[in-house]
């Protein structure tokens, strides 16, 4: 098993550029959710979806999008990027989405908007 | 403000000895997490203790409870280099659903 595989790793883009970036995970959980990590805040929760179909807003949802048609992906998608936006994204699994389980992270993908 | 605020925000100890990260939270929680983070990866879940729990021990990890201070220590003995790292607490607290809010972590420098 891979577990939670995000891609890309690294992306720089310019203010106003789109860019989506990629969750998979093969473990079966019905649980995902993209998490943003900025220095000194923590990680905060962007989106998350308990299930295919689907999604849901979490603390800092605005400027991103999410969709889940099935049970392994969880694409963000950044319509407009803004420097705002320049941050380290988690994709974040769970079978029980947190009540009594752990969270199974991704190698997390570090986005620089100029 | 985050639920879960750890204590030191540094910590530099020496091969060997104990570490000590302390959690606190301000509302009622279901049950509290300790992530641990290597520089550049992701979280790795560490452990878990219910509301209802007051210690849990997994391996050279022992974590205390104390909800009526909303208080968690997370305890490291015989540290090695390798823990180094930043170790995160995460509370899912009673009526918020299924989120769990992080702290802003303690970052552990383990010296050889």
């Known amino acids: 098993n891979a577990g939670v595989t995000q891609t890309p790793k690294f992306h720089i883009l310019k203010t106003g550029q789109s860019m989506t970036l990629q969750c998979a995970q093969d473990?079966?959980?019905?649980?995902l959710s993209w998490y943003r990590q900025d220095p000194g805040m923590g990680l905060r929760r962007i989106h998350y979806?308990?299930?295919?179909?689907?999604?849901d807003k979490g603390e800092v949802p605005d400027g991103y999008n999410v969709s889940r048609s099935n049970t392994e992906d969880f694409p963000l998608r950044l319509e407009s990027a803004a420097p705002s936006q320049t941050s380290v994204y988690f994709c974040?699994?769970?079978?029980?989405?947190?009540?009594?389980?752990?969270?199974?992270f991704g190698e997390g993908s570090r986005l620089t908007v100029l | 403000s985050q639920q879960g605020e750890e204590d030191p925000q540094a910590l530099s100890i020496q091969e060997g000895e104990n570490a000590t990260m302390n959690c606190s939270y301000k509302?009622?929680?279901?049950?509290l997490q300790w992530y641990r983070q290597n520089s550049g990866r992701g979280l790795v879940h560490l452990i878990l203790?219910?509301?209802?729990?007051r210690e849990k021990h997994s391996g050279r990890l022992r974590v205390t409870l104390d909800t009526s201070k909303k208080s968690s220590s997370l305890l490291i003995t015989a540290s090695r280099a390798a823990d180094t790292a930043s170790y995160f607490c995460?509370?899912?607290?009673?009526?918020?659903?299924?989120?769990?809010?992080f702290g802003g972590g303690t970052r552990l420098m383990v010296k050889p």
């Open positions: 203790i219910r509301s209802n729990e």
């Open positions: 974040a699994s769970s079978l029980t989405g947190g009540n009594t389980g752990e969270l199974f």
């Open positions: 509302t009622s929680i279901n049950n």
């Open positions: 995460a509370t899912h607290r009673e009526n918020a659903g299924n989120m769990l809010t």
């Open positions: 979806s308990v299930a295919a179909g689907i999604t």
């Open positions: 473990m079966n959980h019905g649980y």
